[in-house]
């Protein structure tokens, strides 16, 4: 339908309802208040003879936001509150509005920026967002804001060569901004969500009333205040004064907060429209106004930036994650630049962005991070995060399994401790990697992992059991099975750091002093074996393998047919191959080759162990050397952890006389 025919059935039902009379209100004698938006809105006056505004959607239905659905109970909540007009009437499901009139002036941005004004809305604002009362839709815009993080790199990289503002810098700011409003969570309360001047009514009297509630529901407050100083364009002097009215003394997290929603939220906007132009570019869509959008959005990110009250806000924040004291951040200095976070990937796309950022937001720029594209062929952007994250990015274009790249980025970090990690987790516990290099350093001659909880693919929590460590299947009727890790789902509570016979969950961490004395994954290529070969040589080296209770992370356990390496069956049995010369005896090595030839029909298998097969032999020569223990040794603590969870206990029992320490 046309405009002029959406009104004419607006009115037909508003008649219907008995709220307007067009014999004394006819359609062409409704005022039309010049609105910006979807919106069509009108003053009339009602077949009482009240005045009445009447808002109109411009389109069939109700809007297509979802907070639109409780438009009416929130605003209705709202003016029960006396922060806005009276709803007299609606009908969501055409998109029919009717309220009291409130007589006052509309403001604008000029006219909201002086003290009266910018006082009484912030009087107003601190009423609604202190309402007891909950809405009943829910907000969390910064998820959405970090998804568009990620199309906005995509979209960037199709205008590397445009001659419109570069703004990568402001991506950095922008993402640290929402680093810290994450990890500085505040109670969600009942928000306007679209505060713009126009959407502000100031009375006679001085009060501030809020119409259009549309995108109304529990959200961040200080959102709302960001989004009113952005869009009035307020001055440092501005957003000054209206904290002070909004908050009084003190309160200097939460004006810090709403301080960098004033710089997040046109860095969203940003984002959007380069969205906008990319999918209008190669269509017939004009896309000159984006572009003209994005321009002053990034105009307004630079205007913020340069406030000292926003860089002061930055450092507000850090400093209560930090600990809200000089103390505590000098301590935490001391773990910068210790930690080497090895991520290796092949086709992960955008969950490798969602990685680096988790670590960014619970441990800041503490962990450094490396990058192993190991011949990705998605044509997903991972230069984009390497350069939005300070990361460093190897690419290769023929692949190397994980296991070399690991093995390889570790000799190569200039950190002494080292974290191989998938590209699919996520982080719970902020500054975790300070608890992590306090526990190597208690005992740097073990190999950690943490606890691990199962996500499903979107990332959420799985209704599976957490693990806890593993222990290794010697002996499977399946062969392909045995030497394989078995989950231990069992918590462990009997220590801080309890031992386990093998590490699991791709979350392995060290002291580089102790993984090259073990000489580390040296031997192994392609894909999959890494926990039981490095859990093995750590206890036969004198070592251990420990749990870190006190971390717990996330990761999307894929499928076989889901996961970005599937090893080819030779060389998933040229590892068993490499695994008996170095670890087991002899006539083992020798009976598993056979067995592979000739029960197994893998000749092949055995060729490409004996190409690198002088290293192998040179490499068991030298692990003979550096192992105290034998396999038994290994064996009898791995049976004993099946059969008792505890080896602490076992290990101070008569029958080893072996010290727990």
């Known amino acids: 339908m046309s405009a002029d025919e959406i009104v004419k059935s607006a009115a037909a039902l508003l008649v219907r309802s008995g709220l307007i009379d067009l014999k004394t209100a006819p359609i062409e004698g409704w005022i039309s208040l010049v609105r910006k938006g979807d919106n069509q809105v009108f003053k009339t006056v009602s077949s009482s003879g009240d005045p009445i505004v009447i808002r109109v959607l411009n389109k069939d239905g109700a809007a297509e936001n979802g907070a639109s659905r409780f438009e009416a109970d929130h605003q209705t909540i709202a003016a029960a509150r006396g922060v806005a007009p009276k709803l007299l009437f609606s009908d969501v499901e055409n998109g029919i509005y009717v309220s009291e009139f409130v007589d006052g002036e509309t403001l604008e941005r000029k006219t909201l920026r002086n003290e009266p004004a910018i006082s009484a809305a912030m009087r107003t604002l601190r009423t609604l967002h202190h309402t007891e009362a909950s809405f009943s839709f829910n907000y969390n815009i910064l998820d959405g804001i970090r998804s568009r993080e990620d199309q906005h790199a995509t979209a960037l990289k199709a205008r590397e060569n445009s001659n419109l503002p570069k703004i990568a810098v402001y991506r950095k700011t922008a993402i640290r901004a929402r680093h810290l409003l994450e990890k500085t969570p505040i109670k969600m309360v009942p928000c306007h969500t679209d505060l713009v001047a126009h959407n502000l009514i100031r009375q006679p009297n001085g009060d501030v009333q809020i119409i259009d509630w549309e995108f109304a529901g529990m959200n961040d407050p200080h959102q709302d205040l960001g989004n009113l100083f952005w869009s009035a364009r307020f001055s440092e002097d501005h957003i000054k004064l209206a904290l002070d009215a909004y908050f009084g003394r003190g309160e200097e997290i939460a004006r810090a907060r709403a301080l960098l929603w004033t710089f997040l939220i046109p860095y969203d906007w940003l984002a959007r429209h380069e969205a906008k132009i990319a999918r209008a570019r190669g269509s017939d869509k004009p896309i000159d ?43 935490l200095a001391a773990y910068e630049s210790q930690l080497t976070a090895v991520i290796t990937f092949k086709n992960e796309g955008s969950e490798v962005r969602t990685t680096v950022d988790e670590i960014h937001r619970t441990c800041g720029d503490a962990v450094h991070i490396h990058l192993i594209d190991d011949a990705s062929d998605d044509g997903y952007d991972y230069q984009a995060v390497s350069d939005d994250y300070g990361c460093r990015l190897d690419r290769f274009g023929v692949s190397r399994g994980p296991s070399m790249n690991r093995h390889l980025a570790a000799m190569e970090a200039t950190t002494r401790y080292v974290l191989f990690l998938d590209a699919h987790m996520r982080f719970y516990e902020n500054n975790w990697h300070k608890v992590m290099i306090d526990t190597i350093r208690k005992d740097p001659e073990s190999i950690y992992s943490t606890i691990s909880k199962p996500l499903d693919a979107e990332g959420r929590p799985k209704d599976t059991a957490q693990g806890y460590g593993a222990y290794v299947a010697f002996d499977h009727e399946e062969i392909s099975k045995s030497f394989r890790p078995i989950w231990n789902n069992k918590p462990l509570d009997h220590s801080e750091t309890p031992m386990i016979p093998c590490i699991l969950g791709a979350t392995y961490c060290f002291d580089m002093k102790f993984y090259k004395k073990i000489h580390g994954y040296y031997g192994l290529k392609h894909y999959g074996g890494e926990e039981p070969f490095i859990s093995i040589k750590a206890w036969r080296a004198g070592g251990r393998c420990r749990l870190i209770n006190a971390i717990t992370i996330g990761h999307i356990y894929r499928t076989a047919e889901e996961r970005p390496w599937s090893p080819e069956l030779n060389a998933f049995w040229r590892t068993r191959l490499v695994y008996h010369a170095l670890l087991f005896p002899l006539g083992d090595y020798h009976a598993w080759r056979k067995k592979i030839t000739e029960e197994l029909g893998y000749p092949k298998a055995p060729e490409m162990f004996d190409e690198d097969a002088d290293e192998i032999w040179e490499e068991r020569d030298a692990l003979a050397k550096i192992f105290p223990n034998n396999l038994a040794y290994y064996k009898a603590l791995n049976e004993a952890f099946q059969q008792g969870g505890n080896l602490e206990s076992w290990f101070e029992s008569e029958q080893t006389g072996v010290s727990a320490d």
């Open 289 to 331: 106004s984006f572009v003209d959008y994005q321009t002053w959005r990034y105009q307004e990110m630079a205007k913020i930036a340069s406030f000292d009250i926003f860089e002061a806000a930055m450092d507000t924040l850090d400093a209560a994650i930090l600990g809200h004291s000089a103390q505590t951040q000098d301590g």
